[in-house]
Each structure stands twice: as C-alpha cells, then as structure tokens.
C-alpha cells in the first residue's frame, strides 16, 4: 500500500458520528491489541485553548527530559501534523502500516454499520503509534466534549477542562452547566481534573470530578497573571503550592496565562519539572495559526479563532497592539454563529470575506452582508489567498491585517509564508521515477509520466483547485503536471510535480498572472525559485557571490576531532590567523562539544573559552562566527565582535532568534533533534530531505518573524546529527534542495563518521571530506564548514573554476 492509498482510506471515512458511544473506537482498538492498554496519558477538553494548552503541556514535558506524543485536531496543512512524538510528525510510513493494519475491521464494521469514523481512526492511529514509539507520556486534545469523545477511551493519569462556553449544543446540551458535565466526563480515576473555568461551570466540574485543581486569579489553586505583551511574547507569571515561575510565552493574549497555568500543573502531575524547565518549555510552545504574527509592517495576524469566544479573545489581545486601520480578512463554516462572530470582532475599516477551499465554508456573499452595517467598507473577495494579497496590498505600513474566522482560512493564507518548492535536478529516468513517486503520484501515472521529468522538474504542495488548473495548464504548454493520488474530503493540499523546459514554465508563470484561487501569488512565488526574478543588488554577504569556506576553530578539550589542540587563546589565534592565510572565509569558535556522549558546559564556562579568542580574532579580515547553542553565550560573543551565530540545535534556546535579531546578525539554523548527539536516536524519515527540509522551515519563520530576513539566515540539515550514514550521503547529494526555504545553505561533512561508509578509519577521512566538499559546492551549498582550510578551498576553487575559469 502506498501512502496516497492509506490517507485516502482515512479521508473517506465519515466525519461524525451517527451514534453516542464509544463502542466503535473500542472496537478497533481492540482488533490492534489494545496498544492505549499500557499508555500513560493527558486529556485535556475545553470549548477555547485546549490544542495551545496541548502543545504548551507537551513542551514542558519534554524539556523535562521525556519522550512524549502529542494529538491535536484539526490540521493546518497535512494530516500528520495531528499525531506527533517528541515534535515530528509522524512518518507516512507509519501511516500506511497502521492502515494496513486497521483495514479489515474498518471495512467489515463499515459492512456492520458502525463503521469509525475518521477522528476515531485518527485517534486509534495516534495512540497505536505512540504505543509503537513507547512514549512517555501521551497528550491528547479532545475533540468535542468529553464524554463520548474518541479520546476518551483511554484512562488518564491527569486531565483538563480549559473553558467551557457554549458550543455544540446539539449534541453536548444548551446550558453552560451541560456542556461543563460533558467535557468533565474526562476527570481521571486517580488524579488531577485542571480547569480554568469559573462560576456555574466550575460548579458543575467539582460535582463530577474527584480532584480539582483550578487556575486563574488570587485564591485559584494555581494564580496565573497576564503581565502584558513584551516584543511579540507575552509575559506570565504563575505561582503554585511551593513554586513559581515567570515566563515569556510566543502565544500573546491574557487567556493564554491561564492556558499556561493549566499546562504547568497537568506537567507537574506526571513529572518532575524544574522551573527552568517549565519556562523554557512554555517559550519554546510555538502554535501554528494562533495568534501568529507574520509580519510587523503592516502588523498581520493569523488566527483561528472559529466562534464568538475565540473571536472575542483575538478583539482583546489586538488591543496590546497600536495600529491605524484594521484590514479583515474573514472566511468562516457555514454552521457557524456569523452574527456573534463579527460582533466580537474588533471594527475593520476594510473588510474582505472569502471562502477557504472546503465545501463546509459559507460564501464570501453571505459573509459580507453579515458585516454590511458593521465594517467600513466590504470587499467580496472569493478565495483566500486573492482576499490576503488585496488586503496587504491596500495596507499602509501602520495598519493591522488579521486573518480570522477559521484555522481553515489560516491555512490557506499561511502558505504565503510557509510554502516550499524544490527545485529537482532529475538526470535520468530513475530520478523522474522517484521524484514522482515521493509526491504520491500513483503508479500508472509514474510510468506515464517519467520520461517527460528529465528537464526542469519542480515539486510544491497546493490546494486541489489549483492543482487541477496548473495540470490544465501545464498540458496546454506541452510540459507535464503530476498530481498526487490522494483524495482528501478536507481538500487539504496535495503534492505536484511541474515538467518542462524553462521556457514552458515561464510560459505557465504568465498564464497563472490574474488568476483566481490564489494562481497569481503561486506565479510569484515560482518566479522567485526558479530565478526568474533573480536582482542584481549588491552582496551584503560573502556566500552571496560564492560558496565560502568556514574553518572549524574549537577551543575544547574533548571535540570529536581537533580536541585540545587549541585550548589557550594563544594557540586558537594562531590556527585562525593560519586558516585566514589559506582563504577561510569565516572562522567558526566553538566552546562546547556536541559529539556524542559530551558533557554540557555551563554558561560561564563557554564564555571563558570563546569570549577571549572571538576578541582577538574580531580585527582580522574574516567573518567570525560563534557556535553556541546558548542565546547568553551567543550575546557575549557578539559584544565582543563575533559576526554570526552557529546554533546547531536549531534554535532550542528561545532566545536565540531574538539575540541575532538584536545584532542583526546572520545565524546558521541546523537540523538536530538532540545536541549533544545521542547515538542511541533512532528517527525514521519517509524522506530525509524533505522531513529535514519541513522540519527546518518552521525553524526558519521562527527567526523571520524575530526579524532577520532570510538571506540572514543559513540552514544547515545536520549531518551526523540524527541521521543514518546512508541518510548522511543523501543529505549531501541532494543539498541544492534545501534552498527551496529561500536561505543560504551550510553544509558541514568534514571528518564525520559517515565516511565510515566508505571504509574510512578516523584517520583516513581527510580525503573523503574533501570530495564530499566538491561534491557540496557543485551542488549549490553557499557555505561549507571544515576542518582542514587549504584542502577545501582548493576544492571550492576547482569547482569555480570549472564553471566560471575567467574569475582567475
């Protein structure tokens, strides 16, 4: 079974039950051996601020030292990002075996007429999975309610109702004290029920619940206090019996204190969780689509706020905002309370109503006339990328654009930000044959169409309707358009693969100008990747004009390869002064080990070993870079004139993002799932460089939104960190991949024990690292970080002169 084959069987399964209960979900745990059986798990219910309370719980958790799954509901973009183990979605392998394994009984409780449907079998899948991982601790975001709710199925160790409004009448009740005795359905037998409600709902929960914990002002269990915005973070304070912790949250709003308050006493339930720990897992919370801000000039907002508390919620936390005019951009379901929704909302001065590509979204024509005696001026936009780029266009940059009303509506306008193209250099016809079938083009359609991928061949993510116009277009041009076989009853995007000459696919740019459905932004954007829009400006950086080489200067006792060597200023001056004579572009000090089994150095203690030798370096004519994974460290460095940061945990330390912004400093962002190395990880990818490549781009709008624009920020996809040496050599014959994120790539190969693949002792790996150099710089690497400065630049040399021999 392939992949496309498995989510479709997901997809087509029903979406509401017709029957309270829980039978059907039992029933197919059952048939897989009850994998929740042994699990320890979190439920958290609520009618707002149940998936960010989630998330929040689950990265505390984990910053505590355990391995945790995480299942949330709905999905942004891809399904998978409901079921996650310490942060990665879950592989498409896994799905497809799930499926496999589920299949039979789904199909005879179908022919039975109670057949699950597809949040129970999203859920079944996330708690197999987990089982499969043997995880910590299981998270679970309920879907509605709490009582018959899928998740309920498993017996918790600790539970949360976050809010109660009211929501879902038909089916949970049409009072507050209803809905409240619904959602505390999911009180555990032995632990803790956190909750944030108040009044009539608390009420009601302390009559279900054995043990109640409760979070919000002066006389709650746990106090939690909102102290206001700080940049884009929001400042909390929350105090416990016998702790206490301030924290920065990336969620803003004054309702995400108590969010917060909920997720700390949920984690110190289960575990032992220093408050260090808690705070620096509460920074690291980052939520996709809930009050995200994109940008700061105009200031634009995404959020999924779906009914009038949400809507209400998002009013209060823009007023910590100065802005002049709001820009709306609103796309809501049709069963929702329209009315309430746009009276909780703040008043726009524009208003654009559109409708995010499902069949459940209510049209832009009946959103408008809702807003007709309540906004300034109302524009009928249709889709929802059309609606954002009027309302950026028409925004000064002392506006404010919010997009609202549905976590559909946002997924859609996230893709502005969020979506990549990889540009596929396809030499034969197995590379075509690959590359479509990693796309989950079926099989007829792979045998057709791989013969016609060995030109310019590009693969991006777009939604149904779009896909069907560029294959459209894309036949009328002569080229060819490869559309997944998936079939998604959400109409989530869906990978394509373009084929032609570049003279087709600018052909195909300038057909999709004008277009509907978000077709113009999409030319743009392939515009940008395949260079057509390439400028002429001045380089603001070395890489910008070549592939530079960085030279490893690590100031340690106990680095994989040079340890010791230079330990005193004296000597680490004189190797970088040495690395400069021979061409080294930038010099890379390192104070800390990140080679498995490494001991962590303490703050104090890396910066007495860099600081000093950053000093005496800062006036030669070179780039300094420091390799830190710690934002005190990297802000000492830069103070003493270090010129760019080396964060190999991909920004871990949540203040490392802002630190480089502060400087305005370029900051290299490395794929790791752990420093220092575990050699005990075992990750499994579908791809490895695309789940690198999806991995790190969350990374990397992490730091454009602290600031930094892309060219400031170099991606690195971590080789030896987490990967397999097979996967180390894909990494690296594949790295002009990696900038479909639109950044400067680094690549750092030398003296790695991936070279063991080739039969290399430790100290045979000088010669494999220098053709592992050529190899990186012909494929379009801009920096590339070793060891040995003179046998690299001759590499790097050799490279540049066989493309361009004129420059010497």
């Given at each position: 079974?392939?992949?496309?084959?498995?989510?479709?069987?997901?997809?087509?399964?029903?979406r509401?039950?017709?029957?309270?209960?829980?039978?059907?979900?039992?029933?197919?745990?059952?048939?897989?051996?009850?994998?929740?059986?042994?699990?320890?798990?979190?439920?958290?219910?609520?009618?707002?601020?149940?998936?960010?309370?989630?998330?929040?719980?689950?990265?505390v958790?984990?910053e505590?030292?355990l391995?945790?799954?995480?299942?949330t509901?709905?999905?942004?973009s891809?399904?998978r990002?409901?079921?996650?183990?310490?942060?990665?979605?879950?592989?498409?392998?896994?799905?497809v075996?799930?499926?496999?394994?589920?299949?039979?009984?789904?199909?005879?409780?179908?022919?039975?007429?109670?057949c699950?449907?597809?949040?129970?079998?999203?859920?079944?899948?996330?708690?197999?999975?987990?089982?499969?991982?043997?995880?910590?601790?299981?998270?679970?975001?309920?879907?509605?309610?709490?009582?018959?709710?899928?998740?309920?199925?498993?017996?918790?160790?600790?539970?949360?109702?976050?809010?109660?409004?009211?929501?879902?009448?038909d089916?949970?009740?049409?009072?507050?004290?209803?809905?409240?005795?619904?959602?505390?359905?999911?009180?555990?037998?032995?632990?803790?029920?956190?909750?944030?409600?108040?009044?009539?709902?608390?009420?009601?929960?302390?009559?279900?619940?054995?043990?109640?914990?409760?979070?919000g002002?002066?006389?709650?269990?746990?106090?939690?206090?909102?102290?206001?915005?700080?940049?884009?973070?929001?400042?909390?304070?929350?105090?416990?019996?016998?702790?206490?912790?301030?924290?920065r949250?990336?969620?803003?709003?004054?309702?995400?204190?108590?969010?917060?308050g909920?997720?700390?006493?949920?984690?110190?339930?289960v575990?032992?969780?220093?408050?260090?720990?808690?705070?620096?897992?509460?920074?690291?919370?980052?939520?996709?689509?809930?009050?995200?801000?994109?940008s700061?000039?105009?200031?634009?907002?995404?959020?999924?706020a779906?009914?009038?508390?949400?809507?209400?919620?998002?009013?209060?936390?823009?007023?910590?905002?100065?802005?002049?005019?709001?820009?709306?951009?609103?796309?809501?379901?049709?069963?929702?309370?329209?009315?309430?929704?746009?009276?909780?909302?703040?008043?726009?001065?524009?208003?654009?109503?559109?409708?995010?590509?499902?069949?459940?979204?209510?049209?832009?024509?009946?959103?408008?006339?809702?807003?007709?005696?309540?906004?300034?001026?109302?524009?009928?936009?249709?889709?929802?990328?059309?609606?954002?780029?009027?309302a950026?266009?028409a925004?000064?940059?002392?506006?404010c654009?919010?997009?609202?009303?549905?976590?559909?509506?946002?997924?859609?306008?996230?893709e502005?930000?969020?979506?990549v193209?990889?540009p596929?250099?396809?030499?034969?016809?197995?590379?075509?044959?690959?590359?479509?079938?990693?796309?989950?083009?079926?099989?007829?359609?792979?045998?057709?169409?791989?013969g016609?991928?060995?030109?310019?061949?590009?693969?991006?993510?777009?939604?149904?309707?779009q896909?069907?116009?560029?294959?459209?277009e894309?036949?009328?041009?002569?080229?060819?358009c490869?559309?997944?076989?998936?079939?998604?009853?959400?109409?989530?995007?869906?990978?394509?693969?373009?084929?032609?000459?570049l003279?087709?696919?600018?052909?195909?740019?300038?057909?999709?100008?004008?277009?509907?459905?978000?077709?113009?932004?999409?030319?743009?954007?392939?515009?940008?990747?395949?260079?057509?829009?390439?400028?002429?400006?001045?380089?603001?950086?070395?890489?910008?004009?070549?592939?530079?080489?960085?030279?490893?200067?690590?100031?340690?006792?106990?680095?994989?390869?040079?340890?010791?060597?230079?330990?005193?200023?004296?000597?680490a001056?004189?190797?970088?002064?040495?690395?400069?004579?021979a061409g080294?572009?930038?010099?890379?000090?390192?104070?800390?080990?990140?080679?498995?089994?490494?001991?962590?150095?303490?703050?104090?203690?890396?910066?007495?070993?860099?600081?000093?030798?950053?000093?005496?370096?800062?006036?030669?004519?070179?780039?300094?870079?420091?390799?830190?994974?710690?934002?005190?460290?990297?802000?000492?460095?830069?103070?003493?004139?270090?010129?760019?940061?080396?964060?190999?945990?991909?920004l871990?330390?949540?203040?490392?993002?802002?630190?480089?912004?502060?400087?305005?400093?370029?900051?290299?962002?490395?794929?790791?799932?752990?420093?220092?190395?575990?050699?005990?990880?075992?990750?499994?990818?579908?791809?490895?460089?695309?789940?690198?490549?999806?991995?790190?781009?969350?990374?990397v709008?992490?730091?454009?939104?602290?600031?930094?624009?892309?060219?400031?920020?170099?991606?690195?996809?971590?080789l030896?960190?987490?990967?397999?040496?097979?996967?180390?050599?894909?990494l690296?014959?594949?790295?002009d991949?990696?900038?479909?994120?639109?950044?400067?790539?680094?690549?750092?190969?030398?003296?790695?024990?991936?070279?063991?693949?080739?039969?290399?002792?430790?100290?045979?790996?000088?010669?494999?690292?220098?053709?592992?150099?050529a190899?990186?710089?012909?494929?379009?690497?801009?920096?590339?970080?070793?060891?040995?400065?003179?046998?690299?630049?001759?590499?790097?040399?050799?490279?540049?002169?066989?493309?361009?021999?004129?420059?010497?």
């Amino acid at each position: 079974m392939e992949f496309y084959e498995a989510a479709s069987f997901l997809f087509d399964l029903r979406r509401y039950p017709s029957r309270a209960g829980l039978d059907a979900p039992r029933a197919l745990l059952a048939a897989l051996d009850d994998p929740q059986a042994d699990l320890d798990c979190i439920q958290i219910a609520g009618s707002n601020g149940k998936g960010s309370t989630a998330r929040m719980t689950e990265r505390v958790l984990r910053e505590a030292g355990l391995d945790v799954g995480l299942y949330t509901s709905p999905h942004l973009s891809d399904v998978r990002e409901r079921v996650r183990i310490n942060g990665r979605k879950v592989t498409k392998g896994a799905v497809v075996a799930f499926v496999e394994a589920a299949h039979d009984h789904v199909l005879d409780a179908a022919g039975r007429g109670d057949c699950p449907t597809f949040f129970e079998t999203m859920t079944a899948l996330a708690l197999w999975e987990f089982a499969r991982q043997d995880v910590d601790v299981a998270v679970l975001e309920v879907g509605i309610g709490g009582r018959y709710d899928a998740t309920s199925v498993v017996s918790p160790m600790a539970s949360a109702v976050t809010s109660v409004s009211l929501e879902h009448t038909d089916l949970l009740g049409d009072t507050v004290e209803a809905i409240a005795r619904d959602k505390a359905q999911v009180a555990p037998d032995d632990g803790p029920l956190v909750t944030g409600a108040s009044g009539a709902a608390l009420a009601t929960i302390e009559e279900v619940a054995d043990r109640v914990v409760t979070v919000g002002e002066e006389g709650s269990d746990v106090v939690a206090r909102y102290e206001g915005r700080e940049a884009l973070e929001g400042r909390v304070s929350l105090a416990g019996d016998g702790w206490s912790v301030d924290a920065r949250l990336p969620q803003l709003g004054a309702h995400q204190a108590a969010n917060a308050g909920i997720a700390a006493a949920l984690a110190r339930s289960v575990a032992a969780v220093s408050e260090r720990s808690l705070a620096r897992g509460l920074q690291n919370a980052h939520w996709p689509g809930r009050f995200e801000v994109m940008s700061r000039e105009p200031l634009t907002v995404l959020d999924g706020a779906h009914n009038p508390g949400g809507c209400a919620t998002v009013a209060a936390t823009l007023e910590e905002f100065d802005y002049d005019d709001l820009h709306l951009v609103f796309g809501a379901m049709a069963d929702k309370d329209h009315v309430e929704m746009v009276t909780a909302l703040p008043d726009a001065a524009h208003v654009y109503t559109c409708r995010p590509d499902t069949d459940r979204a209510e049209s832009p024509s009946v959103l408008a006339r809702t807003f007709a005696e309540r906004a300034g001026v109302v524009h009928e936009s249709g889709n929802v990328p059309g609606a954002l780029d009027a309302a950026l266009d028409a925004a000064g940059p002392d506006d404010c654009v919010l997009v609202a009303g549905s976590l559909y509506t946002v997924a859609e306008a996230r893709e502005r930000w969020t979506r990549v193209e990889f540009p596929k250099h396809v030499r034969d016809l197995e590379g075509a044959r690959a590359t479509l079938a990693d796309a989950d083009v079926t099989e007829p359609g792979v045998w057709r169409m791989r013969g016609k991928g060995v030109h310019r061949v590009l693969k991006t993510r777009v939604r149904p309707r779009q896909a069907r116009y560029l294959k459209e277009e894309m036949l009328s041009l002569d080229g060819e358009c490869a559309v997944s076989g998936l079939s998604s009853q959400d109409r989530e995007p869906v990978d394509v693969v373009l084929m032609g000459t570049l003279a087709q696919h600018k052909r195909l740019c300038a057909n999709l100008d004008g277009q509907p459905y978000g077709l113009t932004q999409l030319a743009r954007s392939l515009r940008e990747t395949l260079g057509f829009d390439a400028g002429g400006d001045d380089p603001d950086y070395p890489w910008e004009e070549r592939p530079c080489v960085m030279g490893i200067l690590n100031v340690t006792p106990d680095s994989f390869h040079d340890g010791g060597e230079y330990d005193t200023v004296e000597a680490a001056v004189a190797r970088a002064e040495s690395m400069v004579e021979a061409g080294a572009d930038i010099v890379d000090v390192g104070g800390e080990s990140t080679r498995p089994g490494a001991t962590p150095v303490p703050v104090e203690e890396e910066c007495d070993r860099v600081v000093p030798v950053v000093e005496r370096l800062a006036p030669l004519d070179v780039l300094v870079s420091v390799d830190t994974r710690k934002a005190a460290v990297a802000r000492a460095a830069l103070e003493a004139g270090a010129d760019v940061l080396n964060d190999v945990s991909g920004l871990e330390d949540p203040e490392m993002r802002h630190v480089a912004a502060e400087y305005d400093a370029p900051i290299v962002v490395m794929h790791s799932v752990e420093a220092p190395v575990d050699p005990e990880t075992d990750v499994e990818y579908d791809d490895v460089v695309e789940d690198v490549v999806d991995a790190l781009a969350e990374r990397v709008l992490l730091a454009e939104k602290a600031g930094l624009d892309r060219s400031q920020i170099l991606v690195d996809p971590g080789l030896g960190f987490a990967k397999s040496r097979h996967e180390n050599f894909e990494l690296l014959g594949r790295i002009d991949e990696f900038h479909a994120l639109g950044c400067p790539v680094l690549v750092g190969h030398s003296h790695k024990s991936m070279f063991d693949l080739l039969g290399c002792t430790p100290d045979e790996r000088l010669a494999p690292t220098v053709a592992g150099t050529a190899i990186a710089a012909e494929r379009g690497a801009d920096v590339i970080r070793v060891h040995d400065v003179p046998e690299n630049v001759a590499a790097v040399r050799a490279h540049l002169a066989a493309t361009d021999p004129d420059r010497f």
